[in-house]
């Protein structure tokens, strides 16, 4: 009831503004955020009022209260640029309207102001494309140009629900698909996106910008071969075209072809010897084979090409191995305190400098980055504790000793994944690794396959909706649990070498032990555990690459651990000699017998190269990929000891686990 008032205040105060009455709207304002302080909305149109009303100085300092809550606010930013531009400050209105544009790209008042500006300045190139820019949105119905406002904004079940709405008035409006099938990206809908686009494709095949979203679901849904095909596709279009060079370059190296990713890489260098991006990418090629030398020289030449690129900052600290020297962290600094960084790349400034000050062992300021880019990073996560628990606990509930009972014998007999589970930065690099080196396992990566299974259940509509995943498994049938089993199985194929068994190492796949033992009964489980301090901290000073949000706070990290915990126990109760646990800690005491007792639950022959793991010569695509290639040692067993001091959020969260 409260917030149905506050929605209709808030509609008056646009009527107000709609009218010319800031005066009004002001005074209606006060009373919004009386009741609701950090509404977005509520201060962004306050901000308004008060540059219209002409105080400065006012304006600036809600615009100040609105970034510190959303950073990446891109209405705000525009406001800003306004207030600049009106100032007479053309630079600074500029890089307000630039990251206004970066952070909500549907801005369209925001690309014709920098039209205008680039303009002025002679930039006559620059003002070209973002004159086309604005005028390319301005063409798009107007029910699409608010869904991609709502996308930037992070509203998309109001996305959702327009976008919908108008597709079924335009059921072959090739934009108004891809816009959809973007929030479907955004909710994790994979399956449903990749169907969109490549409806849309069909529609539409010369559709550049269908066709580049189209590879990327297709890369998130691990379809490599599939994801290259386009780009190839796109290649073959204008070879000379170095962006569509890039992207064939980029499928190639996540298809494996790496020798034809770096070939093409150095292709482009030859025309544009001086881009960064491609020269990160490269990097990321040869920090992916192995070659660490020479990804790191092609990352630093990244960073001397431009030097806010702060992706090659963050690939750098990256490799765990590295450590900054003077004028690289004074140029970091340098770059941090600039107010034109977008939120991404401070949030990765943040993490690369904290790795640089923990090197140098100055912990206090070390700590500070990390919790910056914490901060920030959480302010672009939509993850809930509560939500997770609560989740966590239902599969608990459901998944009881009795429903494996009652589905005893069935699902798809083959043994051929071994899964390894648990949390980030717990060891799964490493366990893998050693896995891997035995000539009977292949090694692949995280694979999706098992959450986009529970994703599809979850989605599924039932008469009631308290009958959803996993409550559904209840009411399977054998013949549907073989066929998932057999569907994973083929779907994963793609990723393996010909061994008769391979891993799949996706940490998050511990939430789902219930109906991996219903489709693949046979399948051998393994949680990576590692100490409960080490494991979360860890986690903490790591920025992954997508997904993993529970890391982005002290206690939210403690509580997932302790929710992890909760649940492996449940299925140590409800499958009694299903899962080996393997602590990262026995490891690193007594790498053979612990080497051994994997091999022996695994049904596999000791062999000595995995104990030479550090040899084996293969991709590795997790942030340990240098560590895994270095022989065992005891270094970073307790890397939140010298952060003692900070921690006690994290402490509080794990409870007893703490100790």
Not at 88 to 106: D, E, I, V
Request: proline letters at 4%.
């Amino acid at each position: 009831m409260q917030q149905t008032s506050h929605i209709t205040a808030l509609k008056k105060v646009q009527t107000a503004i709609y009218d010319g009455r800031f005066g009004d709207a002001l005074t209606m304002l006060t009373t919004a955020l009386d009741a609701n302080p950090v509404d977005l909305d509520a201060l962004y149109m306050k901000a308004v009022c008060e540059r219209y009303l002409g105080d400065t100085d006012s304006t600036l300092e809600t615009l100040n209260q609105l970034k510190e809550l959303a950073p990446d606010f891109g209405r705000a930013l525009q406001e800003e640029g306004h207030v600049f531009r009106a100032l007479g400050q053309s630079k600074k209105a500029l890089t307000a309207y630039r990251l206004a544009c970066r952070a909500n790209p549907a801005l369209i008042a925001s690309w014709q102001a920098q039209a205008e500006l680039l303009q002025n300045a002679g930039e006559m190139a620059a003002a070209q494309q973002a004159a086309a820019q604005a005028t390319r949105l301005a063409k798009l119905p107007r029910k699409l140009q608010a869904v991609t406002n709502f996308i930037y904004e992070d509203k998309l079940l109001k996305a959702e629900k327009l976008c919908r709405a108008f597709l079924k008035g335009n059921p072959k409006h090739t934009e108004g698909m891809r816009l959809l099938a973007d929030i479907g990206t955004r909710f994790g809908a994979l399956e449903e996106a990749e169907f969109l686009l490549e409806s849309a494709l069909a529609f539409e095949p010369a559709n550049i910008q269908v066709r580049l979203d189209y590879i990327a679901v297709l890369r998130k849904r691990q379809k490599f071969e599939d994801a290259l095909a386009q780009a190839k596709t796109l290649y073959e279009s204008a070879p000379e075209n170095p962006v569509f060079q890039s992207h064939f370059a980029i499928e190639s190296l996540q298809a494996g072809d790496y020798d034809t990713a770096l070939k093409t890489f150095e292709k482009i260098l030859k025309i544009l010897p001086a881009d960064a991006a491609t020269l990160t990418s490269q990097g990321h090629a040869l920090k992916t084979i192995g070659r660490q030398e020479e990804a790191i020289a092609s990352y630093l030449a990244a960073v001397k090409a431009q030097p806010d690129h702060t992706d090659a900052y963050h690939a750098l600290a990256n490799l765990k191995t590295y450590r900054f020297e003077g004028p690289e962290l004074n140029a970091m600094l340098a770059q941090a305190s600039s107010a034109a960084l977008p939120l991404d790349s401070r949030i990765q400034l943040n993490f690369a400098l904290g790795k640089a000050f923990e090197d140098r062992e100055d912990y206090g300021r070390s700590f500070s980055h990390y919790e910056t880019g914490n901060k920030l990073k959480h302010l672009q996560c939509r993850y809930s504790a509560d939500q997770m628990e609560e989740e966590l606990t239902v599969q608990a509930e459901v998944c009881t000793a009795e429903l494996f009972d009652k589905f005893s014998g069935n699902g798809n007999p083959a043994p051929d994944p071994i899964f390894i589970v648990g949390l980030p930065r717990a060891g799964s690099t490493l366990l893998e690794q050693i896995l891997a080196s035995h000539s009977q396992v292949d090694g692949t990566m995280e694979l999706p396959n098992i959450l986009s299974l529970a994703h599809k259940l979850r989605a599924q509509r039932h008469t009631r909706a308290e009958d959803g995943y996993p409550k559904n498994l209840w009411q399977m049938e054998a013949k549907q649990l073989e066929a998932m089993g057999a569907a994973y199985l083929t779907d994963t194929r793609v990723h393996r070498q010909g061994a008769p068994f391979f891993i799949d190492k996706m940490p998050n796949n511990f939430r789902h032990i219930g109906l991996i033992n219903l489709i693949l009964p046979n399948a051998k489980i393994i949680d990576a555990r590692r100490d409960a301090m080490a494991c979360c901290f860890s986690g903490f000073k790591q920025l992954f690459a997508e997904g993993q949000e529970f890391t982005y706070g002290l206690e939210e990290m403690g509580r997932y651990y302790r929710d992890y915990v909760k649940l492996m126990d449940h299925w140590d109760r409800a499958l009694p000699g299903k899962i080996l646990r393997v602590r990262y800690e026995d490891v690193v005491e007594d790498l053979d017998t612990e080497v051994r007792r994997i091999l022996d639950f695994c049904g596999l022959a000791f062999e000595e190269a995995c104990l030479n793991f550090h040899k084996t010569q293969r991709s590795v695509r997790t942030a340990s990929s240098e560590q895994v290639r270095q022989p065992i040692n005891q270094k970073g067993l307790e890397p939140w000891r010298p952060f003692n001091e900070h921690l006690a959020p994290l402490k509080k969260a794990l409870g007893p686990l703490a100790q």
